[in-house]
């Protein structure tokens, strides 16, 4: 249903008519994001300033309607889809690095800034941003914050959440808040904190510090052969028993990797049934000492091969194929559906045994590619939309792989968040007093359910409920 005249008009007015969409064929690339959800919009508007956004934010709220961010829509869970024809409000185009701060190691950007720029942005300082999202290429900072993303070297350096110092944000009643400073500890409730992860449905951020990491004098990145993959997943605990600290640890199994390979080229050997993805950084000595260790640990745990990139190059390659491994999929599958449960570190042998076996049931090939360091495991489930039943069969097999993460003690997301994707499964992790805890800090913010609602809550425990209808065409 079209929204009223008169609130696209106005939207146009401030912002410009080639920053708002409205008619159905412009909306058609807003129906999704990278998940498996779809629902189409009422409009999308392009703010440059955060007064842009406070404009939008009144405009819709007098009208009754509801409005979801976006960043580059490479989200998994629905995050950024309306679920009741909002207004999305696109950030793309607030997209500048507005300050470099070495000296502090920080740097101010906007929310709409793609990940792996503000790396290339503090490159030749010495500097680099530790969140990298395989994603990266695409994702924006602002999605980042809002999911708490992770990426590859997680295991060392810590989720987004660690990487955030202040947030500048606009609430659903207009007003603007500001969160933090360039430095840290400073009194009172880590707001900061809770916007991080709050999947978009509390604030609309408009402006974000980050912290910025030195680079490594050294690095070194591995890759550890199996023939078994619950060698590989053994692996991965053993290195932490033996207080080895690698940064990265990532783990492809055997029909992955053949995906990969034949897409990338990459070096990966086409008949293991695993491989693990190291990378260990530090002072040059300390790195020759780690990789020595980390060599034994993987024959004890039955490595078939222990490889070390020797150049730059050869390092480049092996994270080629694993950052490349999603676009690889695509070889077999025009569609899959990709899972984001986590487990403790011990559990993840047992936990690719259960993931093969509910595959097996439900007839599914299903392949691994995931940050085993963290135990987020990213099971990757093919389906076929033309065949009836067959995406409903991969999310009855996701929803299996996540109660069997809950299980051993894991939980149903890592990174993707809950979107409207997992909403249901939320109550699978936590009892009723926990989700009211949720939606009673999700009112304080948005107390009318205007912002990206129908997220993240089970039905009938979510603010849905009292939303007021929106004033649609007269
Ligand atoms: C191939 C591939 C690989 C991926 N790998 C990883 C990975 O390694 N680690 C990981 O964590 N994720 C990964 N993801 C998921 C995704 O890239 C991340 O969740 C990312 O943070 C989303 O950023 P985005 O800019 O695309 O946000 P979007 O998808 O546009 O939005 C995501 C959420 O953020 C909210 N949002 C966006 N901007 C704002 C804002 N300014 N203020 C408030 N809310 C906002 C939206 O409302 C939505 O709820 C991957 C996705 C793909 C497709």
């Not at 709220?61 to 995050?79: D, F, K, N, Q």
């Not at 503000?118 to 994702?139: E, I």
């Not at 997943?233 to 990969?260: K, Y």
């Not at 809950?406 to 809950?418: D, K």
Request: hydrophobic share 40%; aromatic share 6%; with cysteine.
């Amino acid at each position: 249903m079209p929204l009223t005249k008169t609130l696209i008009e106005q939207f146009e007015a401030q912002l410009g008519k080639g920053a708002v969409l409205w008619r159905p064929e412009d909306l058609t690339l807003y129906e999704y994001d990278g998940g498996v959800d779809k629902a189409r919009p009422a409009a999308v508007v392009f703010p440059r300033t955060t007064e842009d956004v406070v404009f939008i934010v009144l405009k819709a709220r007098e009208a009754r309607v509801p409005i979801v961010g976006r960043g580059a829509g490479t989200g998994l869970s629905g995050g950024s889809i309306p679920r009741d024809n909002g207004v999305v409000i696109s950030f793309s185009r607030m997209n500048r690095i507005l300050e470099i701060d070495i000296e502090n190691e920080r740097a101010i950007v906007q929310p709409g800034v793609v990940n792996l720029d503000v790396t290339q942005a503090v490159k030749s300082y010495g500097y680099f941003y530790a969140p990298d999202p395989s994603s990266a290429r695409a994702c924006t900072i602002g999605g980042n914050v809002a999911e708490n993303a992770g990426g590859p070297h997680t295991l060392a350096y810590g989720v987004t959440t660690n990487h955030v110092v202040s947030l500048e944000a606009v609430l659903p009643d207009g007003s603007v808040m500001r969160l933090g400073r360039k430095e840290l500890d400073l009194p009172g409730y880590d707001l900061t904190g809770l916007l991080t992860g709050s999947e978009g449905t509390m604030a609309l951020v408009t402006e974000i510090g980050l912290r910025l990491m030195r680079q490594p004098e050294a690095v070194k990145t591995m890759l550890a052969v199996y023939g078994a993959a619950e060698c590989a997943g053994d692996t991965v605990g053993e290195l932490t028993a033996r207080s080895l600290l690698p940064v990265a640890v990532e783990m492809l199994d055997g029909p992955m990797l053949r995906m990969v390979e034949e897409a990338t080229h990459a070096g990966y050997p086409m008949d293991a049934a695993a491989v693990l993805l190291i990378e260990v950084e530090g002072l040059k000595e300390e790195v020759e000492e780690q990789t020595a260790q980390i060599d034994k640990v993987c024959l004890h745990c039955g490595a078939t091969e222990f490889r070390i990139a020797k150049t730059e190059e050869e390092r480049a390659l092996l994270w080629k194929g694993r950052k490349n491994a999603f676009g690889a999929i695509g070889r077999i599958t025009p569609t899959y559906y990709v899972q984001d449960g986590v487990v403790p570190r011990t559990q993840i042998a047992p936990t690719l045994k259960a993931i093969a076996a509910i595959g097996e049931r439900r007839g599914i090939a299903i392949s691994n590619i995931f940050h085993a360091g963290d135990g987020n495991m990213h099971p990757i489930i093919p389906f076929d939309p033309r065949k009836e039943g067959d995406l409903r069969n991969a999310q009855l097999a996701g929803e299996e792989i996540l109660d069997f993460c809950i299980s051993v003690g894991g939980s149903i997301t890592g990174e993707h968040g809950v979107g409207m994707e997992k909403m249901e499964l939320m109550a699978h992790q936590f009892d009723d007093d926990s989700l009211d805890m949720i939606r009673r800090i999700k009112m304080a913010f948005d107390p009318h359910c205007s912002l990206n609602p129908g997220k993240v809550l089970p039905t009938g425990k979510g603010c849905l409920e009292i939303r007021q209808p929106a004033k649609m065409e007269l």
